[in-house]
């Protein structure tokens, strides 16, 4: 599955990750912190104004659902650039970025 992909070959050098079931999807956490999901086998993570600028460069678009009203709703979760998936050292840094992110708006 891609869940087992992303855990066992992308994320595979970064201790402390894992992962829950939510929302149809997958909550990825490090040490118990959410930074990131997969859905519809997609991967994304937590993004801020730290970090958007970054993420809207590489053409990466936010999660977005549709509401009960019909409305389409963007979370703070965008997709994991195909840059960031070619490079590991890139990963590992977005991925520690994105659960600072979280620890941020947790204690906020």
Do not use: C
């Amino acid at each position: 599955s891609y869940l087992d992909y992303v855990l066992g070959e992308l994320l595979v050098n970064i201790p402390g990750i894992t992962s829950r079931a939510m929302f149809g999807g997958h909550g990825l956490y490090l040490d118990g912190v959410i930074f990131g999901m997969i859905v519809n086998d997609e991967l994304f993570f937590k993004v801020d104004d730290s970090n958007k600028l970054d993420y809207e460069k590489l053409a990466s678009q936010p999660f977005t659902y549709q509401g009960k009203s019909g409305k389409p709703y963007a979370m703070s979760y965008w997709q994991v650039p195909v840059e960031y998936l070619d490079n590991p050292k890139r990963l590992d840094a977005a991925v520690k970025q994105s659960t600072e992110i979280s620890r941020r708006l947790k204690k906020k």
